[in-house]
Structure formats: C-alpha cells, structure tokens
C-alpha cells in the first residue's frame, strides 16, 4: 500500500507547474518562457564632437584688439604730456641700432667737422674744443681767447672766428638753438660798467649773441645765459684759498651749444 502512494505521489501535479495547467514543454516559439532569456548586449552610447574650425578668429582675438586698443590709447596719452627732446630721442635710436646689431653714425658728425676745420685754419684748434652730443655740438673756448680780463668786447681774432663760425651755422644748423654760456672766475669784479661777475658773464654771452643776430641767425632761436663763476671747469683756488691762475684762466670761457630742435607741434608754442 505505501509503495502504490509513492508512485501514485510521483505522478501528483502541484499547483503552479506545467502538469497542473496542462501545458506542454515549450511555448509558441519553441522556447521555454520559465527559461529566463540570455541578457541582450548594452547599447553604447557615443557622444559626437562638432570642431568648428574658424580660422584663429576666436573669442580671445576681441579680448586682445581691445588690449590694444587700450594700449594705444595710453600711449596716445603720455605723448601728449610729455616733453619732446632730442637728446632722448637720440639716445633711443642708439641703444635700438645696438640691440638690433646695426650701426650707429652720429647725426652732427659733418657739422663739427665743418667747425673744426674752421678752428684749424685759425690755429685755434687746441684753444678752442668742439664735442658732438646727443642733441647737436658744443663749442667751448679756453683761456682769455675770446676777452680780456675784465672785458665783454670780443678780440679781433675771436671776432673774425666767430663770423666764420656762424656762416657755417646759418647753412648746416639751421633750425638750431644756439644757446652761449659766459663763464667768469671767481676773482670780483670792481667796476661801474660790471658790479659783479653776474653782469659780466651775461653781457659777453650777449655780445656772442648778437654777432650771430648780426649774421643773419634768427633772435628767436638764440639765448644767452650768464653763470658767472657757478660752473668752474677746475678749482680757482687751493684749498688753503691761494689763487691758482692758471685755473682761472681756463674757468674764464665761452661754451656755446648748438641744439637740434624736434619739430614744433601744431597749436603749441615752445
């Protein structure tokens, strides 16, 4: 009796399985549906990048022409402000014709020549220097070459050197400013015509000045400066206060500067 239960057990449907709904092995398909179907393979998902290619003129190329704008601007500016000078200006083209290893030819090299030579033909040209700078040439007489002790009227030779020195002006610095310094020692002056060195160190400028008025040079583009004993080239006295003549004689001078001029600008005056 227990064996005819097993076996009648064995062949019982429970509930929920294909033998208690009656359905056969497979569905329509061929397949078994309690059969959990092979995973399909994950789609992978690709991003496109669109590269525009606009030929360097991006975004940043608005911020940098603004930058130069606003460059441009301040530079505007602080040209408008500043003060034109030639000795500047030469400098500049100096140190830009070293760094680019050009070379550098001074401006005023055939002016002074011209006044060298001058010089030489006078014999002058150990009493009398001529120096080339950045903004023209400086002409610098020694000793009482130009005026006696105490005097402002210029000597004969200094007269006839100085006609010859402003013809070569009037053709090769014209445009220039001639701006004479009169140089005394420090010995005073006791006169009614001159009450101190003051007076006779301006009126032997004057004097220079107007011999170039006289030739021709434009008042406009001449100054006299008198300095007096102010600018001594060497010591007047030792430094127990003895005189030392020889000194003396070499701080008495006449130093002229021939300076170039940058152009005038429009509606100002210099």
């Known amino acids: 009796m227990a064996d005819f239960d097993r076996k009648n057990d064995s062949k019982r449907a429970f ?74 200006f030469e400098a500049m083209k100096q140190q830009t014709a070293k760094a680019m290893g050009g070379k550098y030819t001074k401006p005023f090299k055939e002016l002074s020549s011209s006044l060298r030579d001058i010089l030489k033909e006078f014999k002058l040209d150990k009493d009398v220097t001529v120096e080339e700078t950045l903004n023209g040439v400086t002409i610098t007489s020694k000793g009482t070459l130009f005026f006696e002790s105490g005097s402002a009227d210029l000597k004969p030779q200094a007269a006839q050197v100085m006609a010859q020195l402003s013809d070569i002006l009037m053709v090769r610095a014209k445009g220039f400013r001639v701006v004479v310094e009169g140089h005394t020692d420090d010995v005073p002056v006791l006169s009614k015509q001159f009450p101190s060195n003051w007076e006779l160190s301006s009126s032997r400028a004057g004097t220079v000045v107007r011999l170039l008025e006289s030739k021709g040079f434009p008042r406009s583009d001449v100054r006299p400066m008198g300095l007096a004993d102010t600018e001594p080239l060497v010591p007047n006295r030792t430094a127990t206060g003895d005189s030392i003549p020889t000194n003396q004689a070499e701080n008495r001078r006449i130093v002229i500067h021939i300076q170039k001029q940058l152009p005038k600008r429009m509606g100002k005056k210099m």
């Open 15 to 88: 509930p929920g399985t294909r033998e208690a709904k009656g359905t056969k092995a497979g569905g329509p398909d061929g397949k078994d549906p309690l059969i959990e179907p092979a995973k399909r393979p994950e789609r992978v998902r690709t991003r496109t990048i669109l590269v525009q290619n606009d030929d360097g003129e991006g975004n940043w190329l608005v911020s940098y022409a603004d930058m130069m704008t606003l460059l441009m601007g301040f530079f505007v500016m602080v040209s408008a402000f500043s003060t034109p000078d030639a000795a500047k």
